[in-house]
């Protein structure tokens, strides 16, 4: 993708301005409700970001006022079981945990639902004094589908995230900062420059390394301890045949920055 180009998608604007990119969420009618087909723009989005090697970061965000009010609640409301079953609903939001890149979640406003797990699949989330976290599928007669029953443990513990699954009710930017949901929360003015700063400073280090990193940190919430060592062990032996770790090492040396080309 070119330089600062809006590529044509119905549901999500991509704006790629080279180390970064940012993706937003665009059905503010809706909340940025997640119809399948937006949810398909964003995983097809992030697959040519992934591909894009003058891209080493980028940013998700729904924009000034909402994150995402969850999945399509109309679209939801009259499937059956079998619907869901063969369409695989959740089944496609696996190319966005599977992306390769730094990826950082700017949320103002409502991350309820689906958006909520939207956000927990990101790397890091920066929240706007706005946000409200939660799921509140409980209010719909149905649980999360997307993950949340299990990141939210995995991140917040057990209890918080009982209380957001059992009682439906969202928690404060703060509340979620506390919880270590999110990792910085500023004005919700800020949110998305807060965002896209922290997606430029990501993307100044060395790219295999910062691949390698995150597939090692998600390893630690799917392995026992000796698997995720061993899967650590052989990446960080692995960046040994890398141009990367000479110029990151011999720059130190050398007393000046280094300059990563992702080689
Ligand atoms: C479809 C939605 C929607 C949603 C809001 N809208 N959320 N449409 N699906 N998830 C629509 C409303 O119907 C309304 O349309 C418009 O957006 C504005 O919403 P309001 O409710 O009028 O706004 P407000 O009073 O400010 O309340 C905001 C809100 C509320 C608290 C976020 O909209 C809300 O509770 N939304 C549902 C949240 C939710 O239950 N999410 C979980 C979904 S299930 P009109 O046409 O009336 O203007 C889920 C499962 C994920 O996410 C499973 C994995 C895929």
Redesign the pocket.
Known sequence: MADDTAVGYENILVEVSAPIATITLNRP???N??SPDLIREVNEALGELDADSNVRAVVLTGGARVFA??????D?ADRTAVDQLQRD??GR?AGIAAFSKPLIAAVNG?A????C?LALMCDLIIAGDSARLGQ??I??G?I???GGTQRWPRTAGKHAAMEVMLLGAPVTARRAYELGLVNKVVPAEMTITAAQRIARQAAEKAPLAARMAKEAVLKAFETPLAEGLAVERKSFYFLFSTEDQKEGMHAFLEKRRGVFKGK
């Open positions: 009618k809706v909340l409700a997640l009010a969850g999945a399509d609640i109309s939801m609903q959740t939001w409502y309820l639902g689906g958006g797990e509140p599928e209010n719909l149905i999360p589908g997307a």
